[in-house]
Structures are given as C-alpha cells and as structure tokens.
Nanobody, 127 residues
C-alpha cells in the first residue's frame, strides 16, 4: 500500500522560503508523474508544479521563477523549494502521484483529477 507523506510546511513571513518534502513509502512504486498541489480555504485544489518520470517539469504561471520541483530517486522523495513567498501562497499543500499503468483519464500534469495517490497535506502560512 503506497503512501505519500508531506513535511516541511510552517509559518513564514512574506519574502521567506520553505522546502516541502514528500516521502514515498509502502514498497516499490513506479510513477508516471508526481506533483504538488495547493488548496486555500474555499477554493479548488490547484496544480503548483509537477515532474514526469523523464524529468520534464511543469509549473503554474503564478509560481514560475519562485518555486522549483525536484526529486531524489535514491531517497524516494519529492521536493518543492518555495522562495519569495507571499500571503497568496497560503494554503494546504499536497503531494500526489500518478502510478504508471493507472488507467484513469490524464488531464495534464497540473490537473488534480489525473492523480490516484495523495498525501495528507502540509500547511503553509505566509504573513
């Protein structure tokens, strides 16, 4: 049973930085794509950044230049480095994975509906 566990969230002042981590556990797992999403109260979950197995990355326009996604295959961990944070970045951040072989519809790397495994989320608050 694969699980994703996020960590690294917290409270920071505007202009600060955070690095989120997403650890994959539960055994061997091949993913087609992994991504980070955020959801603010009363809003829909939105894609922030994603990385497909080949290493190609995708970013939401609102975070380009400030946020970087990376992974450490040996540690089975996905990262999200966030710099120059603003109050608009305040949200719950979720890590997600789409398993290779998963047959659900693929809507694109930054669309939540195509992912079949989700973490519990980590809160980011920027003041």
């Amino acid at each position: 049973h694969v699980q994703l566990v996020e960590s690294g969230g917290g409270s920071v002042q505007a202009g600060g930085s955070l690095r989120l981590s997403c650890a994959i556990s539960g055994g061997p797992y091949t993913t087609y794509c992994m991504g980070w999403f955020h959801q603010a109260p009363g809003k829909e979950r939105e894609g922030v950044a994603a990385m497909v197995r080949s290493g190609t990355t995708y970013y939401a326009d609102s975070v380009k230049g400030r946020i970087s996604i990376s992974r450490d295959n040996a540690k089975m961990t996905l990262y999200l480095q966030m710099n120059n944070l603003s109050p608009e970045d305040t949200a719950m951040y979720y890590c997600a994975a789409r398993a290779s072989g998963y047959g659900g519809v693929w809507y694109g790397a930054l669309v939540p509906g195509g992912y079949n495994v989700w973490g519990q989320g980590t809160q980011v608050t920027v003041s």
